[in-house]
């Protein structure tokens, strides 16, 4: 499935991408998860256990397509603040404009 997604997106990005985050939206159960972490209290923070070098990749990617549409890097560091679950990052968004 995977590989269709990619290959759609060579073709139609918009697209791919939108039958990927229905694909997501439709498989993952999040009734279940919120009828469990309401009834364990159970409450965890996105990309809590994931490698922050995944969580650097992507702050590195928004931070490289907001430079591109002409925001400094102050602004950009704003917006990766309020964006969540970045906002959980401060200090991967203060370092951001050294990453390579």
């Known amino acids: 499935m995977i590989a269709e997604f990619k290959q759609l997106a060579k073709i139609e990005p918009d697209k791919a991408i939108e039958y990927l985050l229905r694909f997501v939206e439709e498989t993952i159960p999040t009734k279940s998860v ?3 972490e309401s009834e364990q209290g159970v409450n965890t923070e996105p ?5 922050l070098e995944v969580v650097k990749l992507m702050i590195k990617q928004i931070y490289k397509t907001q430079i591109a549409t002409g925001k400094n890097v102050e602004q950009v560091k704003l917006i990766l603040a309020s964006m969540e679950p970045f906002n959980n990052f401060p200090e991967l968004i203060e ?3 050294s990453y390579e």
Not at 47 to 51: D, I
Request: hydrophobic share 45%.
């Open 34 to 36: 919120f009828i469990r």
């Open 47 to 51: 990309f809590e256990e994931t490698n």
């Open 95 to 97: 370092i951001v404009d």
